[in-house]
């Protein structure tokens, strides 16, 4: 994936450029993101298709507003794959993967604010 991880265009153009709003939307995707990521996961491990589906559902829309395309897919295809109940024996290592991604994204959110 890439190096950089931010991608505020879209949340630049949500807030129209209110630098205030964005540390705040960032900030609070720092206090969310975990929380988020560990439902992901339990729900994974637990093999709980429709909560899993619904817990990536709620995190595409954080990430919408902050990452780079490639996480915003890779989320897309995890929750398809939950929704749909498909290839799902791959998603634990597709969690390995986002979860390394969005922890650099997070360090680079942190670098930011």
């Not at 709980?48 to 990430?63: E, G, P, Q």
């Not at 290839?87 to 670098?111: F, H, N, Q, W």
């Amino acid at each position: 994936m890439e190096k950089t991880r931010v991608d505020l265009s879209y949340l630049e153009t949500f807030t129209g450029g209110d630098n205030t709003l964005i540390t705040e939307m960032m900030e609070r995707f720092l206090i969310d993101a975990p929380e988020q990521l560990n439902e992901i996961t339990e729900s994974i491990q637990a093999q709980d298709w429709k909560y899993a589906y619904k817990r990536l559902h709620n995190f595409k829309s954080s990430v919408n507003f902050l990452a780079i395309q490639s996480i915003k897919d890779l989320v897309l295809e995890m929750e398809r794959m939950a929704k749909e109940e498909r290839d799902v024996a791959t998603l634990p290592e597709k969690y390995v993967l986002l979860s390394g991604e969005c922890e650099l994204l997070m360090e680079e959110i942190r670098t930011r604010i």
